[in-house]
């Protein structure tokens, strides 16, 4: 290793160990044109929070006292002096551990922050405290980091969903995704050319997407507990995608104690978000009360539950209505989480009575739901 090379992990060295390293361990030139004071700068007005008011790292470096750093400085400055994935892990640090709320309540902060489904999170939780002119910034980040859910999620749950394969009915659509080689090779036998030893195809057959527009009602219903926040955002978005979809009728409410219908809003899940309040108590058999309101038809109706299990008002009620919409027909899912990791945390007794009756419980990502409501409306 060569003298350039002592230096710079010298160097980053230093960085871990912070100003109070500066007497012992000096900043070294190592032709590299790292700002490294000016990375310790924004790193110290971060991480020194780490060690409290009485034994905080400026104390300990020998009263350099408070950084002249302003939040709004020091979010320009970490987006010049380190890569994307870095601030991102820094500004989540900023808020979860460190309650630097200020990053939400100015609105040319929250404008520099990085859209990312980490940081919806937090402005979900912390919307009801932003003033007019903030929430109208953070609702464009809440905007952002929607649709790029949206397009990750959409053209796999309309393919689920709409494009099943129709084996049935030929299709003029010459697609090798649509190809039907059974029925190709089956016709085509006649033409088989013995001396060449090869089938020839006078035709090729293929299959048709499935176009069936026999609306199915899709009443989703969503626990806004705190603990819920990953899965309110997928399912907004779901119910978003569902709402675009000419052979699903999607219906959307939100609940605590208290339900809230937002099924006009079912194609905005941007509005949908901005509605939700997270927290409060929780009535699983008064949400699903409501749900059980809105079927018309229980032989072609989905209602999705999606909650952790935990009631807050009384058990018998959230199993007795359960069990009316189930053997008066209808379809019953419950989703102990949705989300992309599909981790769930959730009362596994409510779950074991609500399978016995006939509920299907499990903990979903969203394009397994999407392939569950397709095996039902196909």
């Known amino acids: 290793m060569d003298d350039r090379q002592d230096i710079e992990q010298l160097n980053k060295w230093r960085l871990m160990l912070g100003k109070y390293a500066g007497a012992q361990l000096p900043f070294g030139e190592d032709g590299s044109g790292i700002r490294y004071m000016d990375m310790e700068d924004v790193l110290d ?109 959409r053209q796999d749950i309309k393919q689920a969903i709409v494009g099943r394969i129709d084996r049935n009915r030929a299709s003029t659509v010459k697609s090798s995704r649509n190809l039907d080689i059974k029925k190709t090779i089956t016709k085509n036998l006649k033409h088989y050319d013995s001396e060449r030893k090869k089938l020839v195809l006078e035709r090729v057959y293929f299959n048709a997407r499935v176009k069936k527009y026999n609306t199915w009602r899709v009443i989703i219903a969503v626990d806004e507990s705190g603990s819920m926040l990953d899965s309110v955002i997928h399912s907004a978005v779901m ?87 189930i053997e008066a027909g209808s379809k019953m899912i419950v989703l102990t989480a949705l989300d992309m990791e599909a981790n769930p945390n959730y009362n596994r007794g409510a779950a074991a009575l609500l399978t016995q009756l006939g509920a299907h419980v499990a903990a979903m990502t969203p394009k397994q739901l999407a392939d569950w409501v397709a095996e039902i409306v196909a």
């Open 45 to 153: 007005f971060l991480y020194a929070r780490e060690y409290g008011e009485e034994e905080g790292v400026r104390q300990q470096s020998g009263g350099d006292g408070q950084s002249s750093l302003t939040v709004s400085e020091w979010i320009n400055k970490i987006r010049n002096l380190f890569p994307k994935e870095t601030v991102e892990i820094m500004e989540k640090q900023a808020l979860d551990r460190y309650g630097m709320t200020e990053l939400l309540t100015d609105k040319k902060v929250l404008e520099r922050l990085e859209p990312n489904q980490e940081l919806l999170k937090t402005i979900l939780q912390m919307k009801g405290s932003m003033n007019q002119e903030v929430l109208a910034e953070a609702k464009k980040i809440v905007h952002h980091v929607v649709e790029e859910l949206t397009e990750k999620l």
């Open 239 to 325: 119910a978003g995608i569902f709402a675009g979809l000419p052979m699903l009728d999607t219906k959307l409410v939100i609940f605590d104690t208290n339900v809230v219908d937002l099924s006009e809003y079912a194609d905005d899940p941007v509005e949908t978000l901005m509605s939700v309040q997270l927290g409060g108590g929780t009535n699983i058999g008064g949400a699903l009360g409501y749900c059980e309101g809105m079927i018309d038809n229980p032989e072609r109706t989905i209602v999705v539950l999606i909650t952790d299990l935990y009631e807050g008002g009384d058990t018998n009620t959230m199993y007795a209505v359960s069990k009316g919409i």
